[in-house]
């Protein structure tokens, strides 16, 4: 595989040090420029991140001594020294996308972990093993920036990380509906405890938006491209609370789920332990093994035993049993700013690398 150079928008951020640390050493890609805001810029990586290095890790030796670029107004520098940039930015969400546009713009494709790009119709929102062919919409989202080269892909929210994964393997059974109740760490509001010593000892019944984005986006990952467009899934009716809770690491879901024809418990089981995508066919360096980890135990999958599973990319899911309004109830887990956000997006530029979507 052809090395290509990369950048990362946002990289002194939680997401952005995540990013750092999945793509040193990495086989396929060389960090080549790290940017964010201005506030950042100028300062050598290992200055601007000294106070809130939030990685367990140390910073990665051959980024300390990167000089941070601002990601607006040094756009042209960076574009010209990378083949694509990483995108994980706190910016309002307008100016996020004018952002993302116009590296697009300037032939270097983006792969995002903000939301502002999530809804469009002609932007791919990939779950690696779930919908790697929705990449085709590249070509209509092409025509329509004007871009021979480039285009934004993003990944999914990481509250939908458990569920929809271990739902997908049993959509053969005709799932009508989903109820999901999300158990969410304080990294996926980019916080430590240090920084958040409110979180210690309580429940925030509330995540901004957080429920919008775990009913709306699920239904575009199991969508079909017709035409120029991905058309959202309209079988599927699904309904969440998203809670914030004392976790550092790890999203945590309690699902609910009815069928059309209603499988067996060793016939879900059996889905999941076989299931595989694309990323396992195609041995991708950040993809797991095993995807779905159904745990016997009756008090698995805990945050704190099982976020780390495969380097923090797979899933673990357990208490699968009968319900008395649904067919079936399971909980299950996934790291947040791993399989939810940076190592995501790393499992989807290595899917758009192997496939040559940095090359045409
Ligand atoms: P964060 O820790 O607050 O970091 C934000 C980053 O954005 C920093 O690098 C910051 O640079 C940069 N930034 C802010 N304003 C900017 C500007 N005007 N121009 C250029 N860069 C700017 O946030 P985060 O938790 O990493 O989240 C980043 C994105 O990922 C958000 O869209 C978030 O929704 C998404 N996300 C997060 C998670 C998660 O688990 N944390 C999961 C999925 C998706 P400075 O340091 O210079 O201010």
Same mark, same amino acid.
């Given at each position: 595989?052809?090395?290509?150079?990369?950048?990362?928008?946002?990289?002194?951020?939680?997401?952005?040090?995540?990013?750092?640390?999945?793509?040193?050493?990495?086989?396929?890609?060389?960090?080549?420029?790290?940017?964010?805001?201005?506030?950042?810029?100028?300062?050598?990586?290992?200055?601007?991140?000294?106070?809130?290095?939030?990685?367990?890790?140390?910073?990665?030796?051959?980024?300390?001594?990167?000089?941070?670029?601002?990601?607006?107004?040094?756009?042209?520098?960076?574009?010209?020294?990378?083949?694509?940039?990483?995108?994980?930015?706190?910016?309002?969400?307008?100016?996020?996308?004018?952002?993302?546009?116009?590296?697009?713009?300037?032939?270097?494709?983006?792969?995002?972990?903000?939301?502002?790009?999530?809804?469009?119709?002609?932007?791919?929102?990939? *779950? =690696?093993? %779930?919908?790697? !062919?929705?990449?085709?919409?590249?070509?209509?989202?092409? &025509?329509?920036? $004007? #871009?021979?080269? +480039?285009?934004?892909?993003?990944?999914?929210?990481?509250?939908?990380?458990?569920?929809?994964?271990?739902?997908?393997?049993?959509?053969?059974?005709?799932?009508?509906?989903?109820?999901?109740?999300?158990?969410?760490?304080?990294?996926?509001?980019?916080?430590?405890?240090?920084?958040?010593?409110?979180?210690?000892?309580?429940? *925030? =019944?509330? %995540?901004?938006? !957080?429920?919008?984005?775990?009913?709306?986006?699920?239904? &575009?990952?199991? $969508? #079909?491209?017709? +035409?120029?467009?991905?058309?959202?899934?309209?079988?599927?009716?699904?309904?969440?609370?998203?809670?914030?809770?004392?976790?550092?690491?790890?999203?945590?879901?309690?699902?609910?789920?009815?069928?059309?024809?209603?499988?067996?418990?060793?016939?879900?089981?059996?889905?999941?332990?076989?299931?595989?995508?694309?990323?396992?066919?195609?041995?991708?360096?950040?993809?797991?093994?095993?995807?779905?980890?159904?745990?016997?135990?009756?008090?698995?999958?805990?945050?704190?035993?099982?976020?780390?599973?495969?380097?923090?990319?797979?899933?673990?899911?357990?208490?699968?049993?009968?319900?008395?309004?649904?067919?079936?109830?399971?909980?299950?887990?996934?790291?947040?700013?791993?399989?939810?956000?940076?190592?995501?997006?790393?499992?989807?530029?290595?899917?758009?690398?192997?496939?040559?979507?940095?090359?045409?």
């Amino acid at each position: 595989m052809k090395k290509y150079n990369v950048g990362i928008i946002g990289a002194t951020g939680m997401v952005g040090q995540r990013l750092a640390t999945l793509l040193d050493n990495h086989p396929w890609f060389n960090v080549t420029v790290l940017a964010a805001s201005a506030r950042s810029a100028g300062q050598k990586y290992s200055e601007a991140v000294s106070k809130r290095w939030a990685m367990t890790t140390p910073i990665p030796t051959a980024m300390e001594n990167i000089v941070v670029l601002d990601a607006l107004k040094d756009i042209d520098t960076i574009t010209s020294q990378v083949d694509f940039v990483f995108c994980a930015v706190d910016m309002p969400k307008d100016e996020t996308k004018a952002l993302e546009e116009a590296y697009a713009k300037r032939e270097c494709p983006v792969m995002s972990n903000n939301s502002a790009h999530r809804l469009y119709d002609d932007v791919p929102m990939i *779950i =690696p093993e %779930i919908n790697p !062919e929705h990449a085709e919409i590249i070509h209509a989202q092409r &025509k329509r920036l $004007g #871009t021979k080269r +480039g285009f934004i892909a993003v990944k999914s929210n990481c509250s939908i990380q458990s569920y929809v994964p271990a739902l997908h393997p049993l959509k053969e059974f005709g799932i009508k509906r989903v109820l999901a109740c999300t158990y969410q760490a304080i990294s996926g509001a980019g916080k430590t405890f240090e920084r958040w010593p409110e979180m210690v000892d309580n429940l *925030i =019944p509330y %995540i901004g938006g !957080e429920e919008q984005k775990s009913e709306i986006e699920p239904l &575009k990952v199991w $969508g #079909t491209i017709e +035409g120029d467009k991905i058309v959202s899934n309209s079988d599927i009716s699904i309904t969440t609370q998203c809670l914030r809770v004392p976790v550092s690491d790890g999203h945590t879901a309690a699902v609910f789920v009815e069928f059309e024809n209603k499988p067996t418990i060793e016939q879900i089981k059996e889905r999941w332990a076989a299931f595989a995508g694309k990323p396992q066919q195609l041995e991708l360096p950040h993809a797991p093994k095993q995807f779905l980890n159904y745990f016997e135990e009756p008090d698995r999958p805990q945050a704190k035993l099982d976020r780390d599973l495969e380097g923090g990319m797979a899933v673990s899911i357990g208490r699968l049993r009968e319900d008395t309004q649904y067919d079936y109830k399971f909980v299950c887990l996934s790291h947040n700013t791993l399989r939810g956000a940076a190592g995501g997006g790393v499992l989807m530029a290595e899917l758009l690398a192997a496939e040559g979507w940095f090359d045409r």
